[in-house]
């Protein structure tokens, strides 16, 4: 049978169990017995419980994976190197991950490489991808972020960018860029692809792909989508005044420019009651050096209560990429001011996540990694924290963090914990006479 199976498909542990120890802890948490005496847990250590429409889910800890695209995908497919992309983070016992930016429809891809989840067919090797990245760390909250590019569509993958003559991707080369959607005909920059201005039925087929994708998400065993309303991406591109200047009931005041946005979070919280559903929001344009009319603060504390009232439960903070010209200081927490300021509105359900070079120490402790999440768990600025290239640079980064704030760290994943915990045995003979490796990690008899 195996045979005839796509090659994803057979790495699934669907076809062979479990893969960890049975008698594994979950990675990534801290049980007491490791946290030295007279230590306070450290937050970012704490469960969390976050709501998931009308149920709840428990957090092992508060740390998680932003959305990040990999131009790794063929015809939108997740691929072997996702597996290992998001496995690393499974295995380090990071809280909550998500999959990148997820087209949609095929316009609505940033580049020819982005994931996407618009047909059927797409179902079973995400399905797979969830299956072997949870049972490879379990209990992590796992998601997708579904998305649609709007007028930043077809463009290269960074690493392209260089090489390529056009700011765009041609159609030789798998691009679209005479079918490019956006909500006004307006490019995002100079030389970028001319898109075309959304008719409201086309507005009404991106919604009904938007509810589609999600059912397919969930099909697949995400435990959550994120809608990706930030970064100048289609649904901001419409929240934004400075990239939407219709005249329909899609345009003009923030109702207006908003309708998509709340539409799709709707409906897709009417059809799954049940199930997580995040969005990311821009905090700001960040043009407030210009005296454009923007997407501001106020503007996300207003729909932070609207999407609230939709029924979100976690609401995750970025910002800017509606236009180039937007501006931002690349400082530790660059992004914390957007969250805090949604999280200060004191709702009574939806969490709050938030990202920006987070993953460093404090201003007064820059070595000590770790103590800027946790200051601002501490002074309930967020709820989650969001750590992207960190993790890319340190997939272990949860484990350094939590090393660095209690001098422990938290459970690791067996197959390698009970080494790495051998390594300094040289260092003290007599104490580990006659001990096994995994005595310290797990109670019972060693096995070694
Ligand atoms: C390689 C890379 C790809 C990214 N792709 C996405 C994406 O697909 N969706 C998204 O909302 N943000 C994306 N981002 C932004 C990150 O999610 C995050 O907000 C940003 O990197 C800031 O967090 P950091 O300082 O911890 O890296 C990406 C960032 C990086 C570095």
Known sequence: MSQQLPRMLQISPRYYGPVVPKNQPTVGTLPDSRLPAGTQRPLLLTELEIPMGDKTFKLKNRASVPPMCMYSSVDGFPTPFHIAHHGQFALHGIGSALVE????????RISPQDMGIWKDEHIAAHASLVETVKAIGPGMYFGI?????GRKASTPAPWNTATSKLPYVEEK???WPHD?????DQPYADGHAAPHALT?????QIEEAFVKAAERSYAAGYDFVEVHSAHGYLLASFNSPLSNKRTDEYGGNFENRTRLLLNIVRRIRNKFPSKGLWVRINGTDAVEHTNEESWTIESTKRIAVQLEDAGVDVLDHSAGGTVRYNRFEHVPGYQLPYASAVKSLGLKRMKV??????????ASEP???????????????????????????DPKWLSTACTNLVGKAPVGALQYDYAIL???????PKENEGKGYVSDIIPGPSTD
């Open 173 to 175: 080369d798998g691009g």
């Open 101 to 108: 930016a997820t087209a949609v429809e095929p316009q609505g």
């Open 353 to 362: 996540s938030t990202v920006g070079v987070l993953h460093v120490g404090t």
């Open 145 to 149: 972020q579904l998305a649609h590019a």
């Open 200 to 204: 409201i039925d086309q507005i009404h």
């Open 422 to 428: 051998s390594i300094d045995r040289y260092k003290y």
């Open 180 to 184: 490019v959607r956006g909500p006004m």
């Open 367 to 393: 070595e000590r990694i770790g103590s800027l999440a946790e200051k601002i768990l501490q002074d309930n600025e967020a709820d989650i924290i969001s750590v992207g290239r960190g993790t890319l640079n």
